[in-house]
Nanobody
């Protein structure tokens, strides 16, 4: 069983940056596909970015292209989301997700509890 834990959220001014991290307790998820999702108040959860287990393949949702970067360090069992040029509309709870099946696009099975990101204007 994989338990995902996110960290790095917080309050930042518009135009600022944050880096989210995701790791797992229990089994390592270095061979899993991974992704970041977010859910803003009153809205459905949406995909932000995803990455293959090698890191060779990535995908970004249009609203974050050019501003966010997903990456991973399998030796450290970590997946990152670097968020630059943050906007108030990026405010949401951000969730890490993982899929062990190594099929693209991944169908995520494991989810973290989320970390709050708040961008002030």
């Amino acid at each position: 069983q994989v338990q995902l834990v996110e960290s790095g959220g917080g309050l930042v001014q518009a135009g600022g940056s944050l880096r989210l991290s995701c790791t797992s307790s229990g089994r390592t998820f270095s061979s899993y596909y991974a992704g970041w999702f977010r859910q803003a108040p009153g809205k459905e959860r949406e995909l932000v970015a995803r990455i293959s287990w090698t890191g060779a393949r990535t995908y970004y949702a249009d609203p974050v292209k050019g501003r966010f970067t997903i990456s991973r360090d399998n030796a450290k069992n970590l997946v990152y989301l670097q968020m630059n040029s943050l906007k108030p509309e990026d405010t949401a709870v951000y969730y890490c997700a993982a899929d062990p099946k190594q099929v693209w696009p991944p169908q995520f099975e494991f989810w973290g509890q989320g970390t709050q990101v708040t961008v002030s204007s």
